[in-house]
């Protein structure tokens, strides 16, 4: 799928790998709708990239509601959806049980909701989306879905349980997706990070940054969000690409801490 001239969704879109990913559409020409919760940050970037590019929608993935209204906006503002970039998560380290207190379940249930259950809502509701549309490829092809799973979701560490169990289950159902959206010329892959160096990774003293870039078998660095976001958009030009779970982790194998 050539990606000029098409739409695409990006959640988490207003920072990190998100932003990277919007910058990356734009620049070869597509719009973008970026749905967030960081408002400041998401309408700086559609003000920077402008008005005519990027859209920001105010979403919290998890709520139907809100993503409904956002598709809605997407399409009114831009006319169809071609693309959905799936980011947005949350990260939480508690061990199963530590020093005889049981990991909360509410922190448990947050992780998945949001992880998982909010990828696949804005998945489905995009793809709903996607099937209204005529194709647009040689092939049939509609539209594309990227999720985002994590190392974690093979090597989970320990404290990772929920974290895990989320990212796991995003790369569990990339293949059932894709078998399920194959008949109406949709697809769907999984992007599956290792370290990439996001802000969070500023705050650590310069000993532990050190120790996580020699874990990386090679090159030895943390990835940069541009290359995740230059493997969304192979992804989505490439049209023979689907079901994968593909990982981009600097061959790193996570040890258990």
Do not use: W
Not at 106 to 132: D, H, P, W
Not at 231 to 252: A, C, F, Q, T
């Amino acid at each position: 799928m050539d990606i000029k001239d098409k739409v695409a969704v990006v959640t988490g879109g207003a920072s990190g790998l998100g932003a990277a990913t919007v910058r990356a559409y734009v620049e070869r020409g597509a719009k973008v709708a970026i749905f967030d919760m960081n408002e400041d940050a998401g309408t700086a970037l559609a003000k920077e990239l402008g008005a005519d590019n990027v859209a920001y929608f105010d979403v919290n993935v998890c709520d139907e509601k809100t993503v409904e209204a956002a598709i809605e906006g997407t399409v009114k503002a831009f006319g169809a959806i071609h693309i959905c970039n799936n980011y947005a998560g949350i990260g939480h380290g508690e061990k199963t049980v530590s020093k005889g207190v049981p990991h909360k379940l509410e922190t448990f249930s947050k992780i998945i909701n949001v992880n998982l259950i909010g990828t696949f809502n804005v998945a489905r509701l995009a793809a709903a989306q996607m099937i209204k549309q005529d194709p647009v490829t040689a092939d049939g092809g509609r539209g594309v879905i990227i999720n985002t799973a994590s190392v974690a979701g093979y090597e989970g560490q320990i404290g990772q349980a929920a974290y895990s169990a989320s990212k796991g289950g995003v790369i569990g159902m990339t293949l059932t997706i894709a078998r399920d959206l194959a008949s109406d010329g949709i697809r769907c892959n999984t992007i599956v990070p290792g370290l990439i160096h996001t802000p969070l990774f500023d705050s650590l003293p310069e000993n532990v940054y050190k120790s996580l870039e020699a874990s990386v078998l090679g090159p030895q660095r943390l990835g940069k969000p541009e290359e995740i976001a230059h493997l969304s958009v192979y992804l989505v030009e490439n049209d023979y690409m689907n079901g994968e779970s593909v990982r981009m982790d600097g061959g790193i194998r996570m040890q258990a801490r």
